[in-house]
């Protein structure tokens, strides 16, 4: 403390001096600004530096000291002041014993900033934001980051890198269960509320944490969908597609940003100027501060752009990147290419300011240990609010992809019900990779779920093993994913049942970082399980479990029912039981389409017309199409059924300004339940002076209906929604024809034309 003490009363005594003086000329300045600027005076060159290091835990921090290798040289740089941040130290202890260091044994005392990939959850694990993002329901999210949030702040966190705001339109990509899918609108207004939720209305609240965008920018664009892979996008695509979200992001007050691993234009994202310094911090204005991704500095040597550490530095903090996350070069070189002119040093004070103002807003400069509360930590951690959260968003995040018969809701009473699947019985998997606080172990099976309703008879069989992962956070378990020797096992259940569910997909860890996949359908061989099964008994209910878009047109031609129930979390089994038995009608919108077929990727609904869109006559060739593979997909963007269902009409749509108009549409449930429809509306931009999509998503509601009630709905358009960017940023209205589509997904067919 005794530091900080030291620090602080600086920092008053500057003001007692200062005030009038500031007061009269720059009214502008707030009192962060004051107070940053008075704590950079009395820093040296290397302990500015220092505040732009970032290290990842690097010792079991209340243990002994470490004597030798890069922990204790991580932890020599500690002492001197060197570490601005640290990454993976978690829990109320290890954190107050890093932070003492800094605060107590450094000259200056200056506290860190904790940071965490709180991406779904801290240690109670909601679903994974793909699927979150399902349910379109934005105060559901935002409540979802808040309690994360609440939760991370409990254990001494107080910045998480999140949200990831990358648009994706390739379900090959591993990191697609990150994010909100493949469309800017619905991403941005995603972004919007993870970080008012994980922000809050206070940032120095010991509830809530730092926000961080990530990863800007491209990132979800990497080539053929490998990760890491080069991007190549255009202009158009850069401000149209994947800008808007981070956009949205900053303007909701992230404070921080993070760059990425790959390049856009031909430079590293990490070095890259145009998007850091000229869009981001200048026409942007952004105040916050910008870290970069795990050794993405000198991942640019890899890249060819930077010749070593120091050049790959110089770089990096040049283009604006004022956090190095693990690559040791700014710690090692910046303070040299200083002194050598090639770095200036009100580059570095610009840097260390931004740092300095974050942890003042959060803050630690009043009470660095404000995080580290062992009595709240034990209350707070998978405390009741948070369980009750994260089912909450389980729900809410299950999709009804198709429902003949209605075979869902199940029946209470009386049936013999077949579970078949390894993920029916997976404690892990539910809880989705990015789950570092998360235990193996502690998600609600499928099975327990359904073991909650006693009315009906269940037998369990295994069938088949999913996967062996790569890398687990635990023990590594060699299994075979080619056994079939559970099939009979599994048929002769399913011969005996009235209803067989079975629980396919992808294990926990089979999406996220580094787990792109070359083929989309169901693993091992877990579809060979499902046709020997539908051979016995064609009353299937197909449960996915998935981080992605999966092709499995197969069991959409043959399987009457599919759920689609992602990685929901802790609480997933109890989530997706209520949903089968009806005490939840499912409300859930794909918020990317799922092809019929890996070659279709990527395939996303807002693609551009092109010049021969249509088949012009019956065994026509050229045009654009595939000869084995129709262009549509199997499921598209926005679609999602209930247990009820819904009708629009009455489309009516209004010029009310030179660039606005009203959209209005009758939607009734026209089903025998209560139920929820997200009611999208689409437009298309006829002729501008850049090509347009086909269709944009520009307003969508989350409405509730009675059986029989119908609700009449309005959607005003503004410039906001009916503009674009063009090919050198600048946002434009274009007058013109446009078409505006309201109904229950993208393929919404309810139109109207309208001159604006
Ligand atoms: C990921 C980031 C993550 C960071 C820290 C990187 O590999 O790309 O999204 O925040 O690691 O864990």
Not at 184 to 191: E, H, N, Q, T, V
Not at 344 to 354: G, L, Y
């Amino acid at each position: 403390m005794l530091k900080n003490a030291y620090i602080l009363t600086l920092i008053s005594l500057f003001f007692a001096c200062n005030t009038s003086e500031k007061d009269s000329s720059t009214a502008t300045i707030s009192p962060f600004d004051q107070k940053v600027d008075s704590v950079l005076n009395l820093m040296t060159l290397e302990e500015k530096i220092g505040q732009m290091n970032q290290y990842s835990g690097f010792w079991d921090a209340t243990g002994p000291a470490p004597k030798d290798g890069s922990a204790a040289k991580k932890y020599e740089h500690l002492k001197k002041g060197w570490v601005g941040s640290m990454i993976n130290v978690r829990g109320v202890e290890n954190v107050k014993a890093v932070q003492k260091i800094a605060v107590e044994e450094t000259r200056l005392g200056i506290p860190l900033i904790i940071g965490f990939d709180v991406i779904h959850g801290y240690e109670t694990i909601s679903p994974i934001p793909l699927a979150e993002s399902a349910s379109w329901d934005l105060e559901a999210i935002q409540k979802s980051a808040s309690n994360a949030a609440q939760e991370a702040a409990a254990a001494g966190i107080n910045w998480t890198f999140a949200p990831m705001v990358d648009i994706t339109r390739d379900a090959r990509w591993g990191r697609v269960m990150e994010g909100a899918g493949e469309d800017p609108y619905l991403g941005s207004k995603i972004a919007i509320a993870r970080v008012q939720g994980f922000q809050g209305e206070d940032l120095s609240s010991e509830k809530t944490i730092a926000a961080c965008a990530k990863h800007f920018a491209g990132y979800g664009f990497a080539e053929s969908g490998k990760d890491y892979n080069t991007v190549d996008v255009n202009h158009s695509t850069l401000f149209n597609i994947i800008l808007p979200p981070f956009k949205a992001a900053e303007e909701a007050g992230a404070r921080t940003f993070m760059n990425s691993f790959n390049e856009l234009d031909a430079i590293p994202a990490t070095g890259n100027g145009f998007i850091q310094r000229d869009i981001l911090k200048g026409e942007w204005d952004f105040q916050g501060f910008v870290v970069s991704d795990w050794g993405s500095i000198n991942e640019m040597i890899a890249h060819g752009y930077a010749k070593d550490s120091k050049h790959a530095a110089e770089l990096a903090v040049n283009a604006g990147s004022d956090m190095d996350m693990e690559s040791y070069a700014y710690v090692e070189h910046l303070s040299e290419l200083v002194k050598e002119g090639k770095v200036e040093e009100k580059t570095i004070d610009e840097a260390v300011r931004r740092i300095l103002k974050v942890k003042f807003e959060l803050g630690l400069f009043d009470n660095p240990y404000k995080y580290c509360d062992e009595v709240r930590e034990k209350e707070t951690i998978g405390n009741a609010q948070m369980q009750e959260g994260v089912l909450d968003m389980a729900k809410k995040s299950i999709v009804l992809l198709k429902n003949e018969n209605n075979l869902l809701p199940l029946k209470r009473e009386g049936q013999k019900i077949a579970i078949i699947g390894a993920l029916a019985n997976d404690k892990t998997s539910p809880l989705g990779n990015w789950r570092l606080a998360g235990r193996d172990g502690t998600a609600v099976s499928f099975l327990e779920g359904m073991q909650n309703y006693q009315g009906n008879q269940i037998t369990y069989a295994k069938g088949a093993d999913v996967y062996t992962e790569p890398m687990t956070f635990a023990k590594q378990v060699q299994i075979n994913t080619s056994d079939r020797s559970g099939f009979n096992e599994a048929i002769a259940n399913a011969k005996q049942a009235d209803v067989v569910i079975m629980v396919l997909g992808e294990a926990g860890l089979q999406s996220g970082e580094g787990r792109s996949r070359a083929y989309l359908d169901l693993p091992g061989v877990q579809q060979d399980l499902l046709e020997a099964v539908y051979a016995v008994n064609k009353n299937i209910v197909l449960v996915l479990q998935n981080g992605r878009p999966l092709a499995i047109q197969w069991a959409h031609e043959h399987i009457p029912t599919i759920l689609e129930a992602w990685q929901l979390g802790t609480q997933s089994g109890n989530a997706i039981a209520q949903v089968v038995y009806g005490d939840y009608n499912p409300s859930g919108k794909l918020p990317m389409s799922f092809p019929k077929h890996v070659g279709q990727e990527p395939i996303y609904y807002n693609y551009k017309n092109t010049g021969r869109p249509h088949e012009p006559s019956p065994d026509e060739v050229f045009w654009s199409h595939y000869i084995d593979e129709s262009n549509a997909p199997l499921y598209p963007f926005g679609y999602g059924l209930s247990y009820t269902s819904f009708e629009y009409s009455n489309l009516k749509v209004e010029k009310i300004a030179e660039a606005s108009l009203k959209v209005n549409f009758d939607l009734k449930n026209v089903g025998e339940l209560k139920g929820k429809e997200v009611a999208q509306v689409y437009i298309r931009d006829l002729v501008a002076s850049i090509t347009r999509p086909v269709k944009e998503l520009k307003g969508f509601e989350l409405i509730e209906l009675n059986a029989g009630e119908t609700k009449s709905i309005e959607i005003t358009l503004s410039e906001n929604e009916l503009g674009f960017y063009n090919n050198e940023g600048d946002f434009v209205f274009e007058p013109g024809d446009f078409q505006i589509f309201v109904g229950g997904s993208s393929e919404a067919s309810l139109n109207q034309r309208i001159e604006l």
